[in-house]
């Protein structure tokens, strides 16, 4: 057999060998989210600095800087984190910063990462600028409210400026008003510096509400007792959060609010 006919019988194997379907791209696609765990030509180090920890993580400047506009233009510009190639992240936990990182190796986190740490996985995505990922944790925070922990996730909402959260957790409070503002999350709200004209909103939802209580019952529409915050209550607790957001000499917005007869 001739060097055609060996160069013919090649070609016809060829034709009938089918690769496998997405063969070469999966393992393409493979090899990104492989670099995450192999350092060999690593060029970046982030130093993490946790309340309880410091921990260093070994990257690579192509995917972190095409990945996330935040870093990008630490490394662009003439900073001396592009120059000596470590950046330091102080009040960074480090267990959310690998969970973050491993979102821009892989496009995905694991839904036990987002169970547990939404609000600092939402930090670091709204700080740095990778929107998928804030939309991914204010999906998972959206879906698990609840009265313990809604007043924590509307602070988380209303500091980083995530609209639609607020305004679900805003219609999640103002069905469950009363039992929110008996739990620790609504002290926290109250005590919060930068969340005074926050909680004129939610005051306001609290007092909606307690009208639309006492009309019902006034109407004879609805049985139930009395609210169990009452409009003195309500006058006290938004006095009490004046002198304490007052106390740290900062000027705070208040949204005035009816307190009803």
């Known amino acids: 057999q001739g060097l055609s006919g060996r160069l013919h019988h090649s070609y016809s194997m060829a034709k009938r060998a089918k690769p496998k379907k997405g ?3 999966a393992a393409f696609a493979g090899l990104v ?11 970046l180090t982030f130093v993490v600095q946790g309340e309880d920890a410091t921990r260093e993580f070994k990257a ?10 935040g870093l990008r233009g630490m490394l662009t510009a003439n900073m001396a984190e592009a120059n000596s190639g470590t950046i330091t992240l102080a009040e960074t936990e480090p267990v959310a910063f690998k969970e973050f990182l491993r979102y821009l190796y892989t496009d995905a986190v694991p839904a036990a990462a987002l169970e547990a740490m939404p609000d600092h996985l939402l930090d670091l995505g709204k700080k740095y600028g990778v929107e998928r990922l804030v939309a991914m944790c204010e999906n998972a925070l959206a879906s698990s409210l609840s009265v313990e922990n809604v007043a924590d996730r509307l602070m988380l909402s209303n500091l980083h400026d995530v609209p639609r959260l607020k305004a679900l957790c805003m219609d999640f409070y103002g069905r469950h008003n009363d039992q929110v ?3 620790a999350g609504f002290k926290r709200l ?6 005074g004209q926050l909680l004129g909103e939610v005051l306001a939802v609290h007092t909606a509400s307690s009208t639309n209580k006492k009309r019902k019952r006034d109407e004879g529409e609805d049985g139930a007792g009395a609210s ?4 003195e209550k309500v006058k006290k607790l938004y006095l009490i959060c004046l002198i304490q957001n007052d106390g740290l000499n900062q000027k705070i917005h208040l949204v005035q609010i009816i307190i009803p007869t």
């Open 228 to 231: 169990g915050m009452t409009a």
């Open 181 to 183: 503002m008996a739990t």
């Open 60 to 69: 690579h400047r192509a995917i972190v800087g095409a990945r996330c506009p």
């Open 33 to 43: 989210p492989s670099l995450l765990t192999d350092a060999t030509f690593a060029d």
């Open 23 to 25: 063969g070469r791209k």
């Open 190 to 195: 109250c005590q919060h510096p930068r969340c």
